[in-house]
């Protein structure tokens, strides 16, 4: 059963740094195929993808926030953990993270994206 | 980036009555490896999002067969044959063909 579990602070302030970490169980991050990735979503907005972190250590952020955004695991913790710099109070929102992995059956394999979400951790920006 | 395009953005629905959902991607969404990276996601009220439909049309784990996905290309559809109660939130269509991955903006479904 896979489960992912957000944490980190409700509120920065501007031009803080934001550090949150994804605890996850189920599975493991060094296994071929797997990844874990943050989204996050702006009170009463649509979803935005953050950046990934895959199972041989690659890692793709959003071209919009790369120079901010820092994504990293620890296998033997089963974390991955995101860090955004020079926080603004439009960054207030929930922030997910989410499993991707690859499935296979007899016949084939399906790589399926946002599979399981952790709860989401709502993270507010202000003064 | 991809833009991913829904109509409508808001869908009232009657009970037991079918609900169909457009997605369009300002390109096409097949990757080199031959596949289309297409997913439908729903989220009800204060709740997360949950993987409704994967590659166009595969069902995830645990999803009702009144969901289904259909499409090609840039142009995708999801249809709920009977529109339930536990169906009401919102339905986000996004693609992973290509980084950074992109959402639609998302059609609220409730109930007329």
């Known amino acids: 059963q896979i489960t992912l579990k957000e944490s980190g602070p409700t509120l920065v302030k501007p031009t803080q740094t934001l550090t949150l970490t994804c605890t996850f169980s189920?599975?493991?991050?060094?296994?071929?195929?797997?990844?874990v990735g943050w989204i996050r979503q702006s009170p009463g907005k649509a979803l935005e993808w953050l950046a990934v972190i895959y199972w041989d250590d690659d890692k793709r952020y959003t071209p919009s926030l790369k120079s901010r955004l820092t994504i990293t695991r620890d296998t033997s913790k089963n974390q991955v953990v995101l860090k955004m710099t020079d926080m603004d109070p439009v960054d207030t929102a929930t922030y997910y993270c989410?499993?991707?992995?690859?499935?296979?059956?007899?016949?084939?394999?399906?790589?399926?994206?946002?599979?399981?979400w952790g709860q989401g951790t709502l993270v507010t920006v202000s003064s | 980036d991809i833009v991913m395009t829904q109509t409508p953005l808001s869908s009232p629905v009657t009970l037991g009555q079918p609900a169909s959902i457009s997605c369009k991607s300002s390109?096409?969404?097949?990757?080199?490896?031959?596949?289309?990276?297409l997913s439908w996601l729903q989220q009800r009220p204060g709740q997360p999002p949950r993987l409704l439909i994967y590659?166009?049309?595969n069902r995830f784990s645990g999803v009702p067969d009144r969901f289904s996905g259909s499409g090609a290309g840039t142009d995708f559809t999801l249809k709920i044959s009977r529109v339930e109660a536990e169906d009401v939130g919102v339905y986000y269509c996004t693609q992973t063909t290509q980084f950074p991955f992109t959402f639609g903006p998302g059609t609220k479904v409730d109930i007329k």
């Open positions: 189920g599975f493991s991050l060094s296994t071929g195929g797997m990844g």
């Open positions: 590659k166009i049309s």
């Open positions: 989410t499993h991707r992995q690859v499935y296979c059956s007899a016949v084939s394999c399906n790589e399926v994206d946002f599979d399981y």
């Open positions: 390109q096409s969404l097949v990757h080199s490896d031959g596949n289309t990276y």
